[in-house]
């Protein structure tokens, strides 16, 4: 596997596999790469003739206060991982290279209402950071196909109307969550998590699996949501939010759609989780209820 640090031999390698035919698929992370991570891998192995994962901790993206000097940079360990799973390039780019006007003149890119609300409610300019950094790395790469996790289902959804609304002529493909045996959402800050908490930690994901039932089995969601948050409470999260979506996360609309994403972000000290869920509501009996 090929490991480049700068913007010109990046392009150059990749300008010659394109007059080659190849395609090219790009795994954005911002390292510390678990199996999540090299799920998105694989599935970009099966699709291209070429796999370029990136690995930038991206300072744009974190707010103040928020991990972004804490955040793990294990670039070692998981340059040896991608070559395990047949990546054939890696770009670890500085921060100096991606933005060498420094942050405060940075040109930004803002995916307007998708981003609102949920994490980008919590984490103000958090998707303009982002967007921004998925931008510059679609520009350099060029790739025909980019794959992203469903756990991340906000950061998805900017991520495909960002596609659309610039028109890239890339195929956005989401794969679905990887957990660990105890359902907990695989995610690199799940290492902040002391024995305690990483035991308690599966609970929320148990929890969003009985609120998605309570909504089949035809539970109003506000009485639904506000069971699991109390539960979500009771076992010692502190809530940020629990929603229900509807598709490409508009507000939800129980007179319209019959299909949604369930939610939540959860702190538990000061680590944040989040998760989601695909939720299907019954249709009532001669209701005009339609799909979509």
């Known amino acids: 596997m090929q490991t480049l640090h700068d913007i010109a031999p990046l392009r150059e390698t ?15 992370t911002m390292g510390n790469l678990h199996a999540g991570h090299l799920a998105l891998v694989e599935r970009a192995r099966g699709l291209a003739d070429v796999v370029v994962a ?14 972004f ?12 991982k991608l070559a395990a799973h047949d990546c054939d390039l890696l770009f670890a780019p500085g921060v100096e290279t991606l933005y060498p006007g420094g942050l405060e003149t940075q040109t930004q890119v803002h995916v ?10 919590s984490r103000l ?13 679609f520009h350099l790469v060029q790739p025909d196909i980019a794959c992203f996790g469903e756990k991340d289902f906000q950061q998805l959804a900017v991520i ?24 907990l959402a695989l995610s690199s800050r799940n290492g902040y998590l002391g024995a305690d908490d990483r035991a308690l930690a599966p609970a ?11 909504l089949a089995s035809g539970r109003a969601p506000d009485a639904a949501l506000s069971e699991a948050r109390q539960a979500l409470q009771a076992s010692g999260f502190r809530v940020d939010y629990l929603e229900i ?5 508009a507000p939800f609309d129980i007179a319209r759609h019959a299909e949604g994403r369930l939610l939540g972000a959860v702190y538990l000290g000061s680590t944040r989780l989040i998760d989601n869920l695909a939720v299907s509501l019954p249709r009532p009996a001669g209701s005009g209820i339609r799909h979509g």
């Open 14 to 28: 990749l300008q010659a596999h394109r007059m080659a035919g190849r395609r090219i698929a790009l795994v954005p």
């Open 54 to 67: 990136t690995l930038f901790v991206n300072p744009l993206q974190f707010g103040a206060g928020e991990d």
């Open 69 to 80: 000097g804490q955040y793990p940079r294990t670039l070692e360990s998981d340059r040896d």
């Open 112 to 121: 307007p209402d998708v981003s609102e609300g949920l994490c980008g409610g």
């Open 125 to 137: 300019g958090h998707f303009d950071g982002v967007a921004t950094v998925v931008s510059l790395l």
């Open 160 to 183: 495909r109307k960002l596609v659309a609304d610039l028109h890239f002529p890339i195929e956005i493909v989401g794969v679905p969550t990887v957990r660990a045996e105890d359902g």
């Open 204 to 214: 929320f994901h148990r929890e969003l699996s009985r609120c998605r039932d309570a």
């Open 245 to 249: 979506r509807g598709p490409a996360l």
